[in-house]
């Protein structure tokens, strides 16, 4: 992912608007330093029982990741933007019936990483497929 451009001030001779740049400089340094602005998404991303490696891509180590899991799947409940779900074109949110018993598995983040630079490692208690947000 491309790093973000630095903010660039420019010197001027009206104060008011060099006092509102300096404001604007200090906003963009605290959104740049915080490590969710470079996260990433990734779309469904088929885990299995056991200990998964996922390759994030960041480029970098990773810091945290948020994991989505659904807790049941129904038929056209899940549109083509989904991470879940396989596209039907059926908007967000629409319900049908139930295709399977519902999503028991669980993930969460591995105790041992063993290569933050590449991969997040995730357990899983059975075959899921899951929405990720590293950063």
Known sequence: ???AKQFRRIQTTDQALNLIQDQ????FKQILANPWTYGRPL????????????????GRPFVDCYIAVPTAVYAGA?????????????PFGL????VDTPVTATV???NVQPDRSNYVALV?????TAGLFIF
């Open 108 to 110: 969460a983040l591995s």
């Open 124 to 128: 899983a208690t059975g075959a899921v």
């Open 1 to 3: 992912m491309p790093a």
């Open 24 to 27: 604007l400089q200090d906003l």
């Open 78 to 90: 899940f549109g083509s933007n989904s991470p879940f779900g396989a596209p039907t074109g059926v």
């Open 43 to 58: 779309y469904q991303v088929k885990l299995v029982a056991g200990t998964n490696l996922v390759q994030h891509g960041l």
């Open 95 to 98: 319900g049908g019936a139930p």
